[in-house]
């Protein structure tokens, strides 16, 4: 098959072509790998803080809480110090994307990837072998640094290799090895919690994904635009013939050539994000990130087995019922794979909005009328509690889950595109920080009230994006300023003049709409 042909596009059609080939396949699906680490951390931090001999080893207080005979069952597991085991690895992920961008820019997007799995490698060896929370804190400090590089370098990566026709299904893959490390890291839980000692188990198998991705980077290439980018022009050709399967590239290299010429002509572009022009991708990739935390998504699956003992489940069955949640996961993520190219990222994210509202807010109703300070949720409520959390995994992992990382990818040039992709997963690893870190503190003290807090913020987003987002399906990277910014109702008016910096009154400019 040598074209393709999409309706409404003809511009397009006839310029660039490219295949599905195979070597583009096993080039994602290795680089995707990456996010195999990212999901098995989550998944497998709420598990082991639910085992009793990693808890008797690192948080005592915690374990004499949790086996109080009386309790307050929202306040158990409210632990600073326990939270900190969470979300050390994000702070430590906020600060090391930045520096993750320098050296996509610099030495590019697979050098970045192979430091990210050494540093995870690292990390996994600290964790596996801890013995004190000390040694235990710096081992998931090590973990965020590569997760920082991971998920500042492979969401790029996949991007930028893709056919723009495909580039929503191939970005995804990302999301899914997210959602499958979930899935793993709970069933590992699951058997580990059996046997003595066995969180070593769930820590140590960390660095199986990490050694895939290691070995496997070493069989890809490096994407055409990042060596066009740093000058390497034949070898950026020869690149980009082999991942598009075709010789007839000239009109797409040609476009690259040119936004290399002008991404050449910025020396600083964490300084030209702040430009006026760059001010929409800013918002834009900024928002998404803030509000991706906010929907509480980490929260359940940070906290899962936590929280449905919370409720009165057993270690056991709260740890079964994460890994439903899991499977759930990962089905409706591979949903948004298929779908996101044809139906658009703007309608997967308002068709999320309106389950997970409701969804959470059923989640609230029902523990605000069946619990009370002590009193577990009886077994029908529980089931209710479990389903309508399904029911919300479900619509974020088909829309805000991968979206959130697709979206902020393709939306900016080349000239600012590794800077203000560090800009927002920066701002994502800081708001997962913040909800790592607050979360059982506010269970505990907001109760059921939790529920309806995130449901709020979930409406807010729904109008956010209804409103501010544009549509970027089917259009290609280097295009996306003229064909999107350009023509959007609000931001085309930061798009005439690049000489002047955003201030202030621009935010609130844009907000106040």
């Keep these: 098959m040598g ?261 050449r002509q910025v020396e600083r572009p964490f300084m030209s994000i702040f430009q006026r022009t760059s001010f929409p991708q800013l918002v834009i990739g900024a928002s998404l990130q803030f509000f991706q935390q906010f929907t509480g998504i980490n929260a359940i699956m940070f906290y899962a087995p936590v929280l449905f003992e919370t409720l009165g489940f057993k270690n056991n069955v709260s740890l079964l019922s994460a890994v439903t949640i899991g499977i759930v996961n990962v089905l409706a993520t591979i949903v948004s794979l298929l779908t996101v190219d044809k139906v658009g990222r703007k309608l997967l994210l308002l068709e999320g909005c309106l389950q997970m509202f409701l969804s959470m807010a059923a989640i609230g109703a029902v523990l605000m009328t069946n619990t009370g300070q002590n009193q577990a949720l009886d077994p029908d409520s529980a089931k209710g509690v479990v389903i309508f959390t399904a029911l919300f995994v479900t619509g974020f992992a088909w829309s805000w889950g991968p979206l959130g990382w697709l979206i902020p990818s393709e939306i900016f040039p080349l000239e600012t595109r590794t800077a203000g992709y560090a800009v927002a997963v920066s701002s994502n690893m800081l708001f997962t920080f913040v909800i790592a870190q607050l979360y059982l503190s506010m269970l505990c003290r907001m109760r059921a009230g939790v529920f309806f807090f995130f449901s709020m913020w979930i409406a807010v987003m729904g109008v956010f994006v209804a409103v501010f987002l544009p549509e970027t399906k089917n259009i290609p990277l280097d295009e996306m300023v003229t064909r999107v910014w350009k023509k959007h109702w609000y931001w085309k008016r930061y798009m005439d003049d690049g000489t002047r910096s955003f201030k202030a009154t621009d935010i609130l400019d844009a907000y106040s709409y």
């Design 3 to 263: 074209g393709f042909v999409i309706t409404g596009l003809p511009d397009i059609q006839t310029k660039f072509e490219g295949k599905v080939t195979f070597y583009l396949v096993v080039c994602a699906l290795i680089a995707a790998t990456g996010g195999l680490m990212f999901g098995y951390d989550i998944g497998i931090s709420g598990g082991v803080t639910s085992m009793d001999d990693f808890l008797l080893k690192f948080f005592p207080l915690v374990y004499e809480k949790k086996k109080r005979a009386k309790e307050d069952l929202f306040c158990k597991y409210d632990n600073h110090k326990l939270q900190l085991f969470t979300s050390s690895l994000y702070l430590a992920a906020l600060v090391s994307c930045l520096f993750a961008s320098k050296m996509c820019r610099g030495f590019g997007r697979k050098i970045t990837i192979q430091v990210s799995s050494i540093f995870f490698f690292m990390g996994v060896i600290l964790n596996l072998g801890a013995d004190n929370l000390r040694m235990l804190i710096a081992g998931r400090i090590l973990l965020g640094v590569g997760i920082g590089f991971a998920n500042q370098a492979i969401p790029l990566f996949l991007s930028e290799i893709a056919p723009f026709h495909v580039r929503g299904a191939l970005n995804i893959l990302f999301q899914l090895n997210i959602t499958i490390g979930i899935l793993i890291a709970n069933i590992i839980n699951y058997y580990a919690s059996k046997i003595p000692n066995g969180w070593r188990l769930s820590l140590g198998l960390a660095g199986v994904p990490a050694l895939i991705l290691c070995v496997g980077s070493f069989l890809i290439s490096e994407t055409p635009t990042s060596l066009i980018e740093r000058g390497r022009h034949a070898e950026g050709l020869e690149a980009l013939k082999r991942v598009r399967g075709t010789h007839n590239v000239e009109a797409e290299f040609k476009e690259m050539l040119h936004a290399s010429e002008t991404a």
